[in-house]
């Protein structure tokens, strides 16, 4: 029996994740004006300083001019102050909601081929047809290939099985570059099971999938004690 499954869509990177990246450059931009009205209540403070330092160095002289001042100073710092506090509470308000609203998504997918004899030429992709997770839609089971909408730290896994006194040469692959490889030759001790895992950080873009190593074909085998799968994971961003 043979699974079919609706063709996932052809663009995962086409996704929501360039709404999140303004949301980010607007939380960016909070804190930035955040930090210019601090260092204005700093600059002000200074500029007060420096106006007390000059009217003590001739107090003799303007001392009636001395409590006006000082009253002056003090109100523009304490409206300064008040709408300074206000506008950064507000702020911090809203960053908090927009933080929120960035929420790393779940990316993990898990698929298999049909039960029964495959044989695989050297140097073939290996498709598993039957995708039976799929969040974040980024595996493709008409290609087999897993492309990266988030970009960041993965784990991948493969399972499969060989037939007595037949061989199995399988690659986990990123772009073409090998991750990880594996060998299992002829045995007659019946048929017999091989996990393989691998760990990269990929980019946007980047397409991960399986193929039958170059050495020789692959004669897989499965049943419903034994699968041929392939899955993968985001772990970290």
Known sequence: MVAAFAREPSCP????????????????????????????????????????????????????????????ISKAVSAMTTNTSVAITQMERENKILKDQLVIPQVHFFARIAEGQ???????????????????????????????????????AVQYCVRPNQNGYIDIVNQGTILQRSLFEKNSAGPKCVSMQAFTRAAISDQIWVKSGTVSSSDLHGNIYMFKSFSGVLIHV
């Open 13 to 72: 990177v086409c996704s929501r994740y360039d709404y999140e990246e303004r949301i980010l450059e607007r939380v960016l931009r909070n804190e930035m004006a955040i930090d210019n009205l601090l260092a204005e209540i700093r600059q002000t403070n200074a500029e007060v300083k420096a106006a007390l330092n000059m009217i003590k160095e001739d107090k003799t002289e303007i001392a009636s001019a001395i409590q006006g001042g000082l009253l002056t």
């Open 118 to 156: 495959l044989i695989i030429s050297p140097g073939q992709n290996i498709i598993f047809t039957n995708a039976q997770i799929n969040e974040g839609q980024g595996y493709d089971v008409a290609s087999g290939k897993f492309t990266v909408s988030v970009p960041g730290l993965y784990a991948f």
